[in-house]
């Protein structure tokens, strides 16, 4: 992790400060309907019918969606790159060559099942931002850039967020080589059958470092995942924090049988073990008074699968979160010990394995002013709030000063088909992304702003 | 279901009581070993590396085992048919042209990583037998058959015993249309594409229909698939009863969510209520108070399968199994009304169907006095028993007289790769199998049997 670069954001604070008063106001021409157009374009590569979309890392309809976006990286007047992680870059290049981007992006990818906006419209929506400035002949001093993550959600191998972990350099080589698909693939085959990768896991992962030095600051465009913008009327949510979240995976194991012919008696059926588990995870969240913690079993595979067998193993992944990393931790001790106690009393194996502790992030103060400046600018109504959910943002923060925009959803759906944004709400955060990155950015033509 | 049987079973067993002492001992040779290896070739038919063996209905496999079941058949000196469901016989023709055959099998499909004598034992057995007392030159009155029935197990179209459903003419057309493999793919459309059905389901069903009038006896060789013989040291079960199965398929919908956004207060978890009906389902079963109550979720499908989102399908099937048919509904009654109530409690929507609730059946006096007299003719131990696992008799029995033949299986292990029941357990079972056939059959050469 770098570290130096707080002392310097707290400079910079100060000068945007005094700067952006001064700054002219930005006319941009952002069409939200263009940007819904393009993500129902987007949805179309999926392999679960629409509206459903199902969109799994390297698969043929995410390779489809990746040259997708770089016909529309291509077609905003960006430079289009790719890293050796399969990270995707559209890049508007600055006045000043060699300065620190100010970045921006979202993911692609989509769980099984899932619907069309989560993640996307930090992508297609940083393009239309960063299309919208270059069409308004806005000249930035630092490049800016747009990046579509690789594989943000867990589906394929089981870990979240490859592509930015591995630019903040938090993921180890031997750990990503263990997360092998349901098929076996490591990460580093699929990789290469997909046109990315390098020889070595250490050079793929040395291929998508990012430092302080080229990227200065972080914000990212999503849609809130959660109920609260909409239940408040507020137009833009600026991002405070993001809890911490956490992953374990739990195996029961028992000996099977008949399910005519195994006597209850005689059974320790891997299933039932499960299922007290999981009862327990969601009595452990709400035991702790708070409604920040959560925790939830999502990934459930009871085997074998057959009516007339006694289940003999059961895997569970449970993830557990919270904005206050301690709180989260005694949760994540009491299901663990919880797994041993059932095991012992049911006369199943067991193992516990936890598969990340990610520490929660807090925005960027100084990148959390030039949003506020943003919304301000554009006269929007908006609150505070923090993430609960997971995001690229969380690793970024640990490269260079990070904060989100979060715009509303309906009914706080997300990771469910019928996941819905407006496409006034989408517009709207467009225009506080772009003018956020504007004031980080600075413009080469203002007089006032060339010190940055 | 033919009803005429009875009588003229009841007069048979008279004739059967007075003829049996005078026949004159059968001496055949049966090398268990070379069923164990004909079985552990049957093995390798398998879409799971052993031990496992998972053999699904008209898969490639299971058309690889259905080709050597042929091939078997035929080195015994059997005559191979197949009927429009698939059902596969090997006839050993008797003195008497005309009358009723004497039936045996069992069934050679395998659940996802079962092992390798369920069922098979029963087939490869059976054959053995035929071809033992052929080798014999033992000429029977009636023709002697050994049937390797249909889709036993329930995998593919979730449900079970499709052969001998169809042969008991208790299976519907129009149900059997509606039970579609996880493709879409029909029944039709798979036996057509295996090389059997016909052009419609009513000419399949019908292509396959057995009665009273072509089979005289039925009888059975399994594993016992439950640990009794083993620990009480008895080399072969009479199988007096079948428990009454039934089975239900429960599902539970909520709206799902981000594990990360949607709080704990906000949700309606579809896996929490199947947990909760799920442990409620051992509850009811072990409440009864009877060992012979038994109630197993075996399947569990919990969607979308990802560590970050809230569940928001669950579907269980439940088998609820009971010696006695009023206490097995009383079960299925309860675990319905509980699904409801949990349900409302966790306000997810619900559905419950009944997927099948079969009669048990009670094996025929005169086929037990058969089983029972080769028992005591080669001398080996025995007990009573019924069985708890579903088999092809249970509707073999609405078509003749039936019984079953049980013989030992390691720890009462069942459905699991490490399955094993010895080549000496396997001799014993088909010897008696082969002399009760031969009871039931009549020795053509024996003056005294001939009124047969
Ligand atoms: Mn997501
Ligand atoms: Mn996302
Ligand atoms: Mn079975
Ligand atoms: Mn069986």
Redesign the interface.
């Given at each position: 992790m770098t570290l130096g670069y707080r002392g310097r954001a707290a400079w910079s604070l100060l000068l945007l400060t005094l700067a952006a008063p001064t700054a002219s106001p930005l006319k941009l021409a952002v069409d939200g309907q263009t940007v819904v157009d393009q993500l129902t374009k987007l949805a179309t590569f999926t392999d679960d019918p629409n509206p459903a979309v199902t969109r799994i890392l390297f698969t043929e309809n995410d390779m489809k969606a990746r040259s997708y976006i770089k016909q529309l990286m291509a077609e905003a007047g960006l430079k289009v790159r790719e890293d050796t992680m399969g990270n995707i870059f559209g890049v508007l290049p600055g006045a000043n060559p060699n300065a620190a981007a100010v970045g921006t992006g979202s993911h692609c990818d989509a769980?099984?099942?899932?619907g069309m906006y989560?993640g996307t419209v930090g992508v297609i929506g940083g393009i239309a931002a960063l299309g919208a400035l270059r069409k308004a002949n806005f000249l930035p001093a630092r490049p800016l850039e747009v990046v579509m993550f690789t594989s943000e959600?867990?589906?394929r191998f089981?870990l979240?967020c490859s592509g930015s972990r591995a630019m903040a350099g938090v993921l180890d080589a031997e750990y990503l080589d263990s997360r092998r698909d349901e098929n076996g693939t490591s990460y580093l085959e699929a990789a290469a059958a997909a046109g990315y990768g390098a020889g070595s896991y250490e050079d793929m992962l040395k291929g998508a470092r990012r430092t302080f030095s080229d990227l200065s600051y972080f914000v990212e465009l999503h849609i809130?995942?959660?109920?609260l913008l909409e239940q408040q009327g507020q137009q833009i949510g600026v991002v405070t924090a993001i809890?911490a979240?956490a992953?374990l995976r739990v195996s029961f194991s028992g000996?099977?049988?008949?399910?005519?012919?195994?006597?209850?008696?005689?059974r320790n059926?891997a299933?039932?073990a499960?299922?007290?588990l999981?009862?327990f995870v969601?009595r452990a969240?709400?035991g702790t008074g708070s409604?920040?913690?959560?925790?939830?079993?999502?990934?459930?595979?009871?085997?074998?699968?057959?009516?007339?067998?006694?289940?003999?193993e059961a895997v569970l992944?449970?993830?557990v979160?919270d904005i206050d990393g301690g709180r989260r931790d005694g949760v994540v001790a009491a299901i663990t010990a919880e797994a041993a106690s059932i095991a012992e009393r049911r006369k199943v194996r067991h193992t516990v394995d936890l598969?990340n502790r990610d520490p929660p992030a807090t925005s960027s103060p100084f990148v959390l002013q030039a949003v506020r400046a943003a919304v301000s600018e554009l006269g929007y109504s908006s609150r505070e709030m923090v993430?609960?959910?997971?995001h690229d943002s969380l690793f970024m923060a640990q490269v260079a000063p990070t904060a989100m925009i979060f715009i509303p959803c309906r009914n706080?759906?997300?990771?469910?088909p019928d996941e819905f944004a407006s496409p006034e709400d989408i517009a709207r955060g467009v225009k506080v992304l772009a003018h956020t990155m504007a004031f980080l950015a600075g413009n080469a033509r203002a007089e006032d702003r060339q010190e940055l």
């Open positions: 769980i099984p099942l899932a989560d959600e867990p589906t089981g979240s809130e995942q959660g109920p809890a979240p992953a000996d099977g049988g008949h399910a005519g012919a195994q006597l209850m008696a005689w059926d299933s039932l499960a299922a007290e999981a009862l969601e969240a709400l409604p920040d913690a959560v925790a939830t079993t999502g990934f459930w595979d009871i085997s074998p699968k057959a009516v007339n067998s006694v289940p003999r992944e449970i993830d979160r598969i993430s609960r959910a997971y706080g759906w997300s990771h469910r």
